[in-house]
Structure formats: structure tokens, C-alpha cells
């Protein structure tokens, strides 16, 4: 299913590289154009776009070189039958998140003609994974876009990305996106604060929180609607009720459990995600602790497995496959050179109550 990054040579265009013997014909990028005539790539996508904003003397320079160069705009290569690929980028393992977000990404290419290349982001052990040697193998391999699902780029990976006219967008990054990364995701915020909500609603007052890394830009967000949603009810969130480690189960059942053995154990405890939840529901069954009579467990997410765990989980549902199709969507347009209505998107999440959360034991 993934494809490797070694495709294409490592070569960066300054004219046009053409022969009639040759089997391929390197594509022009807007990099390409902006290098030579020493402007930047917005200034050319202006032109391209036919912009008024430029001056007429760099917007000559840009056409004469468009011109030698034969560019072609993806929107034109589409219109014409081309084929346009985009580089989906999974971080960590293909989980049941994952994957409904990939279901997204595909059906929006299947709408749109679009190929999609499904491969593994590994922050830290990915052979030849160097800024601008990444960036040059996907523009040989033709790669119309990046999108990073949960992944952390480094600000050289993001600029090589940048100047090799490779459009970048990134879904639920894991590290907060500068205001030049288009990014999509959902109301995290909104979403820790509903969930926690509900359960003061229910009667609970020692709540707990048990999400993802503390660098998380998703987790970061659903922490602080935790936070706030008790300071709004006059509680204070207590530090031995919150953990910050992972997406996992694991982390779920570990740092759940350090919560349900303690003398004052919490009534209720939000999952940063559904895997963290249902890790809390093992940790709470092998205490012998029944849900929810005994405590209360939130997920987020509403990913597939939510529904399957007994009692089924209630979640903050976030609507998966729809931040694929935008993530998707909005990579196209950026590689046609058209402008976005907005560079971070955050989709509606909604508070989804199943069987897991019921009042606090002593009311």
C-alpha cells in the first residue's frame, strides 16, 4: 500500500529539461519560475492566477519565463486528462482513526480524479528523509500535494516543501502549524469542554483527564475545554487527575488505572481519544469497577470501535472522513494556485451518549 520515497532524481530546474530521446518530461514548478526570475512563489502563482497586483515589469520577466518553460497549470494538466497524485502521510500505526480518515482522502479523489499514494510517517527513523531531498523526490514522483495525518514536520521540511512548490496540508497536527501551513481539524476545544459538560450535567464532580502528548496542539485544546468547563462549575481541576502521555491504549489503561487506586478515585474520566478510553474501561474491569455505575468513561473520536465496547462508549464525535475530503480538497487548490477561504479549518465536532456515562455512584 505505501509507496517508497526514492522515486524520482534529486534535481532542482533552472531551464527547461527536454529531449526527444527521453522517456520523461520534468514537470516546471512554480519554484522553478520564482528561482529564476528571483521573485517569490506567490508572486508567480499571481500571475499565473492572472492577478492585478503585480508590477508590469516582474510580471513580463514571470511570462517570458512561464513561456521557456512551458508551464502548465495542474488545474489545465487536470482539465486535459492528466493524471494528479497526492502524498497521504499516515504518523504512527494505521489505526481505526487513521483509517476513516484515508476513507475520506480516497473518496474525495475518486470524486475529484485523483490518485492517492498511502505511505508512513516516521518522524525520527525514516531513511533520506532530509528536507530538500524529500521535497525533490516528490516533486520526480509528480506528487501534485502532501497531506500529514497526526504528524510533526520540522519548519525545514515545511519550507522545503514551500519552495518546491509542493502544497502541504496537515490534519490534527501533532505540533501547533505556523500561519503559513494550511491545516484541518476539528473543535477540540469545544469538544473537551462538552465532554466534560456532560458529566458535571450528570451530577459528577472528580472528573479526570487522560489524553495525548503534551505537545499536542488536538490534546493541548481538549485539556483546556476540560479545564474550563470545571472552572465554570467553581472546581478545580486536580493534577493527580490528569495524564498526558499518548494516543494509546496502553496509556488508557496505565494512567487510568493510577487514577481508579487512588483513596478519592475519580467518578467519571474523559479520554483525550477512543483507544485512551477504552484502555480506562479495561483498567476499571480488571478493579472489578463496573461502567458506568461505578465510574463514567468519555471517548473522542467516535471511531468504529466506540460503538463496539460494552457498554458502548459515549464520545465526542469528530467527523473523520469529512476532514479527509477537506484536507484533499483543499490541497488541490493550493496546487491549481487558487486562493483558500481559510488556512485552518476546524469542522463541528458533537457530544454522542451512549452507555458509559450515568450519574456519580453516590447520588
Request: net charge neutral.
Amino acid at each position: 500500500m505505501a509507496e517508497s520515497h526514492r522515486s524520482g532524481r534529486n534535481v532542482a530546474l533552472t531551464a527547461p529539461e527536454r529531449s526527444a530521446g527521453s522517456r520523461h518530461t520534468r514537470r516546471t514548478t512554480l519554484a522553478t519560475i520564482a528561482a529564476s526570475a528571483g521573485v517569490s512563489v506567490a508572486t508567480v502563482s499571481k500571475v499565473v492566477n492572472g492577478r492585478a497586483d503585480v508590477a508590469a515589469g516582474t510580471r513580463a520577466v514571470v511570462e517570458e519565463l512561464l513561456r521557456r518553460h512551458e508551464y502548465v497549470p495542474p488545474s489545465v494538466r487536470r482539465a486535459a486528462g492528466a493524471s494528479t497524485t497526492v502524498e497521504l502521510l499516515i504518523s504512527g500505526p494505521f489505526g481505526v482513526y487513521s483509517t476513516q480518515v484515508i476513507e475520506g482522502v480516497v473518496q474525495a479523489g475518486a470524486e475529484t480524479g485523483t490518485s492517492i499514494v498511502v505511505g508512513s510517517l516516521d518522524d525520527h527513523r525514516q531513511p533520506g528523509f532530509a528536507p530538500q531531498g524529500w521535497a525533490r523526490r516528490l516533486v520526480g514522483a509528480g506528487r501534485a500535494g502532501v497531506i500529514v495525518v497526526t504528524g510533526a514536520l520540522t519548519g525545514g521540511h515545511v519550507t522545503a516543501l514551500a519552495l518546491a512548490g509542493v502544497p502541504l496540508v496537515v490534519i490534527d497536527p501533532l505540533n501547533m502549524p505556523g500561519a503559513e501551513v494550511t491545516s484541518v481539524g476539528s473543535t477540540n476545544f469545544a469538544g473537551g469542554m462538552s465532554a466534560t459538560r456532560h458529566l458535571l450535567d450528570l451530577g459528577h464532580e472528580r472528573i479526570a483527564y487522560v489524553g495525548g502528548p503534551p505537545s499536542s496542539g488536538c490534546n493541548q485544546a481538549r485539556l483546556h475545554g476540560y479545564r474550563a468547563a470545571l472552572e465554570n462549575s467553581g472546581i478545580t481541576s486536580r493534577p493527580e487527575y490528569v495524564a498526558n502521555e499518548d494516543f494509546a491504549y496502553d496509556v488508557g489503561r496505565r494512567a487510568g488505572g493510577r487514577m481508579l487506586d487512588l483513596a478519592a478515585r475519580p467518578t467519571a474520566i474523559v479520554g483525550g481519544c477512543d483507544t485512551i478510553a477504552i484502555g480506562i474501561m479495561e483498567a476499571a474491569r480488571v478493579r472489578g469497577l463496573r461502567i458506568p455505575e461505578d465510574v463514567s468513561v468519555t471517548g473522542f473520536d467516535d471511531t468504529e470501535l466506540s460503538t463496539m465496547t460494552s457498554p458502548p462508549l459515549s464520545v465526542i464525535r469528530q467527523p473523520l472522513r469529512e476532514m479527509g475530503r477537506v484536507a484533499l480538497k483543499s490541497v488541490l487548490q493550493l496546487a491549481a494556485g487558487d486562493a483558500l477561504d481559510s488556512h485552518h479549518v476546524e469542522l463541528a465536532t458533537e457530544l454522542v451518549v451512549r452507555g458509559s456515562t450515568a450519574p456519580p455512584p453516590d447520588l
